[in-house]
């Protein structure tokens, strides 16, 4: 994202991103589709109608879940995920609402438009239309819940920040840090009914709020208007039962997560993530997420990335349905190479979505420096894995960023910006030898990138894995980064190599002077490489 863009301009660039009119006989790939329908019924339309609608283009048939919108108003909802002309067919246990037809045409996406993130290449992330994707995100518990300015200035501040994956809580929080009320909650309240000492209120879990909903969706589609992907945290425990909705039964659960769906799988800037925390949800088991891991993958008919993060204890990252690791793993930043030992136990993308927080808490989690958080992105990094921001400055006028959001107040968003735009250069990084070498990755695109990290030295002397394979006599180009002070220095001279055993180095026996501060890096491109680009 060019952190020049503004709000407006970013508004106004992306307001052709998403359709909502059922009306609209054309529509882009990836795009979303709506039919409404009305009808009314004197049994509960949220658990007692069944409708689903079933679209075809001849080659391809995909069965979509309607659903509720108050009102005597019901809608289906379809992402197109191929060009052509699709035609569909209701049906429902309402009479009202069945054998209803209607066809639309697909044409294919422009623009900023790349269709859902997907797996790609086993440890990496593409857009459906095959455009990278390196997820570079943050943490806003409570995005839905403050205020409107409070969420405008958030969505300005995003779109000038480096960042494009967001992770969000659809239910509330009640925390020492985050303990205002909501404006909107996802179920009706039971008139006249007195909840338990401790309690907020008594919910009717067999109706939603159609309110609460079509505010989440207005700011999913916020976010992907700037580009950003809405990692969706279905459940969590920072509950503790005074709103409720971490002790729902298990139908309860279901029929919750089936309504997620098959209001929001039609966007396709959402990840589904189960839960933040899984294990710190005392009532429920194993088996319990399991079905509610399995039902929210079945009721997905377009197959959105799907994870669980962790607290204390993994969960089963190689069960099939889970398409990436969200992993909380402080210790896996202490020494080179660490963080790549849970990509080699899983082989799955690992995006490490805390790494603890930049900020002035009083505790562990909450009180980063600067610069140790960007010290981790680019441990993750290194190993060609992934990191996710958070930032916790608190006040007396200032709730913290991965609380409710507003502004950013720390030092590491821009640097984390600086390594997203090394990567994007370099393509998804793997280390070369990771038994000797492990502060050495080689870049997809060719380049190898040296990490430095604490380390202060004064001078490098040229050298690489034999593992690097690159032949006796390459010319080697070199640039030096501050990757805290955010510059590139190209060195002024060329390296030649020459192997000697495990490593590669130049023939000469050339050094590279440095400047003695810590958080440097280096990128060694060949010239070959460097002539072809």
């Known amino acids: 994202m060019d952190p020049k863009l503004t709000f407006a301009a970013a508004w106004l660039a992306f307001i052709s991103i998403f359709s909502h009119s059922s009306a609209q006989e054309k529509i882009e790939q990836w795009s979303r589709f709506e039919v409404g329908l009305s009808a009314k019924t004197t049994q509960n339309p949220y658990t007692d109608v069944d409708l689903t609608a079933v679209f075809s283009n001849g080659k391809e048939t995909v069965t979509v879940t309607g659903f509720y919108d108050g009102d005597d108003r019901y809608k289906i909802r379809f992402m197109p995920t191929s060009t052509g002309k699709w035609e569909y067919i209701t049906r429902s246990n309402l009479p009202a609402l069945s054998g209803q037809r209607g066809e639309l045409e697909c044409v294919p996406a422009k623009g900023r438009n790349h269709g859902m993130v997907q797996v790609y290449h086993t440890y990496d992330f593409r857009y459906a239309d095959q455009t990278p994707y390196y997820p570079f995100g943050t943490t806003m518990y409570a995005f839905l819940h ?118 929001l799988s039609s966007f396709r800037n959402v990840w589904w993530s189960l839960a933040n925390e899984w294990d710190l949800l005392r009532q429920k088991t194993r088996e319990d997420w399991v079905e509610i891991l399995e039902t929210v993958a079945q009721s997905d008919p377009y197959g959105h990335l799907l994870s669980i993060h962790n607290g204390k204890v993994y969960f089963d990252y190689h069960h099939p349905l889970i398409t990436h690791c969200s992993i909380q793993n402080e210790s896996a930043y202490e020494e080179f190479g660490r963080a790549g030992l849970i990509k080699d136990c899983y082989r799955k993308p690992v995006v490490f979505d805390e790494i603890c927080y930049e900020g002035n808490f009083p505790n562990r989690w909450g009180s980063l420096s600067g610069q140790e958080m960007t010290y981790r992105f680019w441990q993750a990094a290194l190993v060609g894995t992934y990191a996710t921001h958070g930032e916790t400055f608190t006040s007396d006028d200032h709730i913290a960023w991965t609380e409710k959001g507003a502004v950013l107040r720390g030092e590491s968003a821009p640097r984390i910006g600086f390594l997203r735009g090394i990567i994007e250069q370099t393509g998804p990084l793997t280390i070369i030898d990771n ?44 640039q030096v980064l501050d990757t805290w002070n955010m510059t590139v220095a190209d060195v002024n001279d060329t390296f030649v190599t020459r192997s000697v055993g495990y490593e590669i180095n130049d023939r000469q026996g050339k050094t590279v002077p440095l400047p003695g501060r810590p958080y440097l890096a280096l990128i060694l491109t060949p010239e070959e490489f460097e002539n072809r680009e």
């Open 435 to 478: 038994w000797r070498y492990p502060n050495f990755s080689r870049g997809r695109n060719g380049q190898v990138v040296i990490y430095l990290g604490k380390e202060s030295p004064q001078e490098w002397t040229f050298m690489v894995p034999t593992r690097t394979r690159w032949a006796d006599g390459t010319r080697v180009k070199v």
């Open 146 to 263: 403050p205020d409107t300015e409070r969420e405008e200035q958030t969505l300005r501040t995003l779109a000038q920040s480096p960042f494009n994956k967001i992770r969000i809580c659809l239910f509330p929080k009640t925390y020492e840090y985050n303990n205002e009320e909501p404006r909107y909650f996802p179920y009706r309240e039971v008139e006249g009914a007195v909840p338990d000492s401790g309690r907020r209120a008594v919910w009717d879990f067999s109706r939603f709020d159609p309110d609460f909903f079509a505010h989440l969706e207005r700011r999913i589609d916020d976010l992907g208007r700037l580009g950003i992907e809405c990692d969706l945290i279905l459940f969590h425990p920072y509950d503790e039962g005074y709103f409720g909705f971490d002790r729902m039964s298990r139908d309860n659960d279901l029929r919750y997560v089936k309504y997620v769906v098959a209001r």
